[in-house]
């Protein structure tokens, strides 16, 4: 059974940072690119950021040089680092493990920036 388990979201001031985690099981991690996806309110769900099987990283413009992601293969998880954040960041964010063949997502973790 393939299981994505985010963590580390919550309520943070404007400046502030946080620090998601998201732990996979059921599936070989090393090979799936990862990805970081947030959904606000009314909005349709868009990709912040994304690390390959390689390490190489991509990233929303509007997160560029604010956010970090980061994967450890040894313990099948990945991270986003998310430094100044603003109140536009408020959003659920979701993981997600994507090859050809397969797409799985996580159930979300809530991240609020208070001006």
């Known amino acids: 059974q393939v299981q994505l388990v985010e963590s580390g979201g919550g309520l943070v001031q404007a400046g502030g940072s946080l620090r998601l985690s998201c732990a996979a099981s059921g599936i070989i991690f090393s090979i799936y690119t990862m990805g970081w996806y947030r959904q606000a309110p009314g909005k349709q769900r868009e990709l912040v950021a994304g690390?390959?099987?390689?390490?190489?990283?991509s990233y929303a413009d509007s997160v560029k040089g604010r956010f970090a992601i980061s994967r450890d293969n040894a313990k099948n998880t990945v991270y986003l680092q998310m430094n100044s954040l603003k109140p536009d960041d408020t959003a659920v964010y979701y993981c997600?493990?994507?090859?050809?063949?397969?797409?799985?997502w996580g159930q979300g973790t809530q991240v609020t920036v208070s001006s």
């Open positions: 690390i390959t099987r390689g390490s190489s990283t």
């Open positions: 997600n493990a994507f090859t050809r063949e397969y797409n799985y």
